[in-house]
């Protein structure tokens, strides 16, 4: 009897270690999946909020036309936005979805536009086109307190890209911007930027004018091959998650004399062909989402 009692002992031992190694790597899997159960639950109550945000009286009615093309409910539901988060927007231009989104996040979460600052722009073009967007971007907000007095504007050096404390933010959105990153050579730490202020689990929204396939790095059309902008950020350390064609647009063909910016809302097109760019509308456009691993 001793014997065996011992043998047994013996083999607790031996296998405690293993099992201690089991639990560890259980209890950060336990732990997400807890998180994801816990998203689930709270997305009636997120979706509500949404609908309201959208509806608000505050948007601008020009801005409330284009929902047809943007579809800013189904785009945010997609990228998983909750009002307890964390969301970094860059390069909110004239506040777009600033006005969907700084209203959501102000009781429980926190908005923050990422905009250039003016004073990191070596030409003189530049410093005055991104003061403006910056002057203007703040007086839209001063202009609202209700709906955007939590509403953070926080400068970046484009150059130099960084968005807040390393591991931050929950929800990093951009959209219709990564042409621009890309003629101006800066998409690689744009991306690298996104990476770090988001914490592990974080995700990253990306909406972009899509091309028929790749384009060159000299391209000026405003648009952008899917499977570049995957790349890139994947290149970053990204993994992609999830696609969606909610901002599809199959009358878009893509080959306009003077780009995407041919099309609405830019219409820089003879005054004559107004009807024929209505009747195709806005951008065909991707959207991708992608996860910071944990």
């Known amino acids: 009897m001793e014997r065996n009692r011992t043998a047994r002992l013996l083999l607790l031992a031996a296998l405690l270690p293993g099992l201690a190694v089991v639990a560890h790597a259980q209890k950060p899997a336990a732990k997400a999946k807890a998180a994801d159960s816990a998203a689930k639950s709270a997305e009636p109550a997120a979706n509500a909020a949404l609908k309201k945000v ?4 505050w948007r601008d009615p020009k801005n409330v036309a284009r929902d047809v093309y943007r579809h800013p409910l189904e785009t945010l ?4 936005v909750r009002p307890d988060q964390t969301v970094i927007e860059i390069t909110p231009g004239g506040g777009w979805y ?6 959501y996040l102000s009781e429980r979460g926190r908005y923050v536009a990422a905009v250039v600052d003016p004073d990191t722009q070596s030409e003189d073009g530049a410093r005055k086109y991104y003061a403006k967007s910056k002057t203007n971007l703040e007086t839209k907000f001063a202009g609202a307190p209700a709906q955007f007095d939590k509403a953070v504007v926080a400068a970046y050096d484009s150059y130099k890209p960084a968005f807040g404390p390393a591991a931050s933010a929950d929800v990093v959105l951009t959209f219709r911007n990564v042409h ?5 050579d800066q998409a690689e730490g744009m991306f690298k930027g996104f990476f770090d202020v988001l914490k592990p689990g974080g995700t990253l929204g990306v909406v972009e004018h899509r091309a028929k396939t790749d384009v060159p790095a000299n391209d000026k059309s405003g648009y952008v091959g899917q499977a570049q902008v995957i790349a890139m950020a994947e290149a970053a350390g990204f993994k992609l998650e999830a696609k969606s064609e909610v901002n599809a647009n199959p009358r878009d063909t893509k080959d306009y004399p003077n ?3 041919t099309l609405p809302p830019s ?7 107004a009807a024929k760019y209505k009747a195709i509308g806005e951008s065909d456009r991707m959207t991708l ?5 944990r």
């Open 54 to 57: 959208i509806a608000g009286s």
């Open 77 to 80: 539901q997609f990228f998983g």
């Open 98 to 103: 600033a006005e969907i989104l700084a209203p």
């Open 180 to 184: 621009n990153w890309r003629s101006a």
């Open 259 to 261: 780009g995407v910016w």
């Open 267 to 273: 219409n820089d097109h003879a005054a004559a062909d």
């Open 289 to 293: 989402r992608f996860r910071k691993p």
